[in-house]
């Protein structure tokens, strides 16, 4: 091998090994908690809408996502925790999207918008916090009188859809 050819392939073999080692990763391999965190308390979403029951199931849906992935073990006191996540739902909201013929509505859409803060429970240190996060599920409605429970399995869709999308936003760094 010449020594040109050698020079050409000792600076590309150097210029991979700088690059390897530029501090670049990819977005969602990091994680904000610490390695030595190992259990999660879980306090209950405060409600600050006029809808009730759906601080229950987005604690409940948070908890069982948390405990599902095996990051973190979910107990029941946040007091022994050594992180605690708290949240609120701040708003509710019902409207129509879509209507039939007779001008009523056939399609609703419910949104609801939470915050949620993670924090090192000896240090009150805060790992994570989000505000104003919007999630959003549409229903047909089929029968006016049972709008409710067509709403109500709405609800468990958008405390579904928000666990996991704050789960995965604390676990891998989103």
């Known amino acids: 091998m010449s020594t040109a050819r050698w020079s050409r392939v000792a600076i590309a073999g150097l210029a991979c090994a700088l690059a390897c080692g530029c501090g670049y990763t990819l977005v ?25 029951e759906i601080d229950q199931r987005v604690t409940e849906e948070v908890s069982r996502e948390f405990a599902k992935r095996g990051r973190l073990k979910v107990i029941a006191d946040p007091a022994q925790a050594d992180a605690v996540l708290d949240g609120a739902i701040l708003d509710f909201r019902t409207r129509p999207v879509q209507f039939n013929d007779a001008g009523r509505a056939s399609r609703v859409e ?12 000896a240090t009150d240190e805060i790992l994570w916090s989000q505000s104003q996060l919007v999630f959003r599920e549409q229903y047909d409605v089929q029968d006016e009188g049972d709008i409710t429970a067509q709403e109500s399995l709405a609800l468990d869709d958008i405390a579904r859809g928000a666990a996991g999308t704050l789960v995965t936003s604390i676990l891998e760094g989103f």
């Open 28 to 52: 969602g391999t990091g994680s904000v908690l610490p390695a030595n965190l190992e259990t999660l308390g879980v306090r209950p979403f405060a409600n600050r809408t006029t809808r009730p």
């Open 110 to 121: 419910s949104t609801v918008m939470l915050q949620a803060t993670l924090r090192v429970r």
